[in-house]
């Protein structure tokens, strides 16, 4: 079975940094595409980041030259870098991935189950 697991959730003040994991196993093929989402409370989630196996990236104009995302592929994993973090920023944060597998003869769509990131002073 795929799975995602996210890592490196946590507290941290405004202007701080932190850098979140995701981590996919299973009978792995192909991951096609990955991303990163966020939802706070009472608001939808919302796309952060993407990276498809392409290698370009595409940012959300609010984590535009504060966010970076990378993946590898090796180790099938997706990073999100965050910096110069904001109050607005605190949501759960979720990995996202389209990914071709053993299990199926076709990509399916694998999310995580989220990392908490909460910013303030």
């Known amino acids: 079975q795929v799975q995602l697991v996210e890592s490196g959730g946590g507290w941290v003040q405004p202007g701080g940094s932190l850098r979140l994991s995701c981590a996919a196993s299973g009978s792995i093929l192909r991951i096609n595409f990955m991303a990163w989402y966020r939802q706070a409370p009472g608001n939808q989630r919302e796309l952060v980041a993407t990276?498809?196996?392409?290698?370009?990236?595409d940012y959300a104009e609010s984590g535009k030259g504060r966010f970076t995302i990378s993946r590898d592929n090796a180790k099938n994993t997706v990073s999100l870098q965050m910096s110069s973090l904001k109050p607005e920023d605190t949501a759960v944060y979720y990995c996202?991935?389209?990914?071709?597998?053993?299990?199926?003869?076709?990509?399916?769509?694998?999310w995580g189950q989220g990392t908490q990131v909460t910013v303030s002073s």
């Open positions: 990276i498809p196996s392409g290698g370009s990236t």
């Open positions: 996202y991935a389209k990914i071709l597998s053993k299990d199926f003869g076709y990509a399916n769509v694998y």
